[in-house]
T-cell receptor, first 115, second 117 residues
């Protein structure tokens, strides 16, 4: 079964607008972590934001926020005020299990920011 | 602090040849990961080390892939013999801890792009 599902292969957003990238996850472990990474065309993976399963509040990092809905097992990334430099692949990932920190990645969403 | 180093950055080989990739994690990082990322897909974990021991290699095609981290620092991933479907980017990542909670993310290297012809 898929551990991480990203249903949007590609998204377009107008510069300066907000955009939401969807992510759902599957785990039976009560302790887990959720991550978002950005991968520009250069190929490097850049860590954006983290949400722990026991965190009460949604994580925020600058223009990035994570809309964490535990009951729905969703962890959507919200990018506010999109910039041209935000055009990239975005991957949702989950660290599953208190031990061994196994990571699972989704298939990614290609975001294109239009001027 | 220096990031995760990988070499080579690019490699082109013919099928049935062998190839090796090298990774040097961030100093002090006990956990090291090798991922395979096929074009258009997310990274797939191949093998995970804690110091010099293997934690998980369940998705490593052991008939052709091998990896080692002999001194618990740098690591080598080898493919022998290579197949066309091995064409991918091979990413190495490291993190500070193995178990426990917390936001200790993985730090990724620049990757090695392998083309098998």
């Amino acid at each position: 079964a898929q551990k991480i599902t990203q249903t949007q292969p590609g998204m377009f957003v107008q510069e300066k607008e907000a955009v939401t990238l969807d992510c759902t996850y599957d785990t039976s472990d009560p302790s887990y972590g959720l991550f978002w990474y950005k991968q520009p065309s250069s190929g490097e993976m850049i860590f954006l934001i983290y949400q722990g399963s026991y965190d009460q509040q949604n994580a925020t990092e600058g223009r990035y926020s994570l809309n964490f809905q535990k009951a729905r097992k969703s962890a959507n990334l919200v990018i506010s005020a999109s910039q041209l430099g935000d055009s990239a692949m975005y991957f949702c990932a989950m660290r599953d299990g208190y031990n061994f920190n196994k990571f699972y990645f989704g298939s990614g969403t290609k975001l294109n920011v239009k001027p | 602090e220096a990031g995760v180093a990988q070499s080579p950055r690019y490699k082109i080989i013919e099928k049935r040849q062998s190839v090796a990739f090298w990774c040097n994690p961030i100093s002090g990082h006990a956990t090291l990961y090798w991922y395979q990322q096929i074009l258009g897909q997310g990274p797939k974990l191949l093998i995970q080390f804690q110091n010099n021991g293997v934690v998980d290699d369940s998705q490593l095609p052991k008939d052709r892939f091998s990896a080692e981290r002999l001194k618990g620092v740098d690591s080598t991933l080898k493919i022998q013999p290579a197949k066309l479907e091995d064409s991918a980017v091979y990413l190495c990542a490291s993190s500070t801890r193995l178990s426990g909670g917390g936001s200790y993310e993985q730090y990724f290297g620049p990757g090695t792009r392998l083309t098998v012809t």
